[in-house]
Nanobody, 118 residues
Framework: QVQLVESGGGLVQPGGSLRLSCAASGSIFSIRDMGWYRQAPGKQRELVATITRNGTTNYADSVKGLFTISRDNAKNTVYLQMNSLKPEDTAVYFC????????????WGQGTQVTVSS
């Protein structure tokens, strides 16, 4: 069994910052790509950022230069530092990980709410 547990969401004013964390635990040999996705009300889930095991990153155009994804392989944890937040960043943020344990499987966290509002 593998679990992804997110933390760090909440309510923040426009222009503020938040840092999300996602820790993987359970039957894990190694973790390949990790990433963050978000889903706003009435919209499809969309990619925010991904990071490979060796640290190569990829960002949605809407968050480039504002959000930073990072990971700690020793802790099986991925982070998302979000700066200069805007109301349109309001969404449920989901962690994703490709976890190898005899074979590679795709796992999702339960989601954490981020609300940007004054």
């Amino acid at each position: 069994q593998v679990q992804l547990v997110e933390s760090g969401g909440g309510l923040v004013q426009p222009g503020g910052s938040l840092r999300l964390s996602c820790a993987a635990s359970g039957s894990i040999f190694s973790i390949r790509d990790m990433g963050w996705y978000r889903q706003a009300p009435g919209k499809q889930r969309e990619l925010v950022a991904t990071i490979t095991r060796n640290g190569t990153t990829n960002y949605a155009d809407s968050v480039k230069g504002l959000f930073t994804i990072s990971r700690d392989n020793a802790k099986n944890t991925v982070y998302l530092q979000m700066n200069s937040l805007k109301p349109e960043d309001t969404a449920v943020y989901f962690c994703n990980a490709q976890i190898f344990h005899f074979r590679v499987r795709n796992y999702w966290g339960q989601g954490t709410q981020v609300t940007v509002s004054s």
